[in-house]
């Protein structure tokens, strides 16, 4: 009789369907999809004298592009809306990378930067070490101090967005209010 229910119970996990372990990449890329079709006002959270420009500028985010891959966020800096951060889902976690425009509607030179997950970090919090792409391009821009940026995105269901730029002696982050939506934000 033991023998027969040692069958039963083989044969019944034979049947039952293995649940992926769920990444938490994949829960921040999710809460990050939660946002599309948004605008959110954002603050200068972190800064140096440098960024004496954002501190007093209108930042805004606009997540207008989401699929089950990418999710495509308009970062506007008063008047300035040449920049966007795209986060795509890899086979190994995400990258992110910051595509910058002219005025003119061409890609900056110093455009394309950014970096894959090397950690699995949280499903709160993902960081973005400068990729080889970026790190070449950095150099030829003669910009080598930022070949050892960090990027990272945090989010807060419900609360907030915020973006940072890290590295030795150096921290920036602008924090965005998700939880109070811009209303007839332009596009």
Request: glycine content about 6%; charged content about 25%; some cysteine.
């Amino acid at each position: 009789m033991k023998m027969f229910w040692i069958l039963v119970a083989l044969s019944a996990s034979a049947y039952a369907t293995p649940q992926p372990s769920a990444q938490p990449a994949d829960k921040f890329f999710a809460d990050m999809s939660m946002l599309c079709g948004k605008s959110f006002n954002g603050k200068l959270a972190a800064g140096d004298d440098s960024d004496a420009s954002f501190a007093s500028a209108k930042m805004q985010a606009h997540v207008r592009t989401c699929t089950d891959r990418e999710i495509q966020i308009s970062f506007d800096v008063g008047e300035d809306r040449s920049r966007t951060w795209i986060i795509t889902r890899t086979d190994n976690g995400l990258r992110l990378k910051h595509r910058h425009m002219l005025k003119d509607g061409t890609e900056d030179p110093v455009s394309q930067y950014g970096g894959d997950t090397a950690q699995a970090g949280t499903a709160t919090r993902q960081e973005f070490p400068a990729d080889a792409y970026s790190k070449a391009m950095f150099t030829k821009e003669g910009r080598t101090v930022s070949n050892t940026n960090i990027w990272a995105f945090e989010i807060d269901a419900g609360r907030s967005l915020t973006y940072e730029l890290a590295r030795p002696n150096r921290l920036f982050r602008v924090a965005f209010d998700v939880g109070n939506p811009i209303t007839g934000a332009s596009e």
